[in-house]
């Protein structure tokens, strides 16, 4: 996604692009390992200094709200937070916490009585156990 393109979705989804919401937007289509709040804001305030912590928090909130951006939770650890533009899933890394994207395919709603009066929006799925590296570690070593 270029420049003009990250102006655009902003104003397509009803957001102001201002210089500080335009770095996050930008260093999140730049950047897909998922990272953290405190990570976008190092990255943001290496390049422009005036950029506050509150302003870069606030900034992916509004991007989250609009649907530009997706939170990751990750139990026990920071939030990550994702710009690819095409539907996906995740794995998280149990022992690292890395979050990887996973192809996406279609989750089956629930049956509308167990939901109530609950309105879906959609349904994703988060993976948990060991990524291919920690997994690689855990197996146990054969004797030569």
């Known amino acids: 996604m270029d420049a003009r393109a990250i102006r655009q979705s902003l104003e397509d989804s009803g957001l102001r692009c201002t210089a500080q919401r335009y770095a996050v937007m930008a260093f999140l289509v730049e950047h897909a390992g998922h990272p953290t709040a405190a990570e976008i804001f190092a990255a943001v305030n290496r390049v422009d200094p005036r950029s506050s912590r509150a302003t870069t928090y606030n900034n992916l909130r509004d991007?989250?709200?609009?649907?530009?951006?997706?939170?990751?939770?990750?139990?026990?650890?920071?939030?990550?937070?994702?710009?690819?533009?095409?539907?996906?899933?995740?794995?998280?890394?149990?022992r690292c916490g890395n979050v990887e994207d996973l192809?996406?395919?279609?989750?089956?709603?629930?049956?509308?009585?167990?939901?109530?009066?609950?309105?879906?929006?959609?349904?994703?799925?988060?993976f948990r156990g060991l990524c291919s590296n920690c997994a690689r570690r855990r197996a146990p070593r054969k004797a030569s």
């Open 103 to 126: 192809e996406w395919y279609d989750v089956p709603r629930p049956a509308s009585h167990s939901l109530g009066k609950r309105v879906l929006r959609e349904c994703e799925l988060i």
């Open 63 to 94: 991007l989250v709200r609009a649907g530009l951006v997706r939170e990751v939770a990750v139990e026990g650890r920071a939030a990550r937070f994702d710009a690819r533009g095409i539907r996906h899933h995740h794995f998280v890394c149990d």
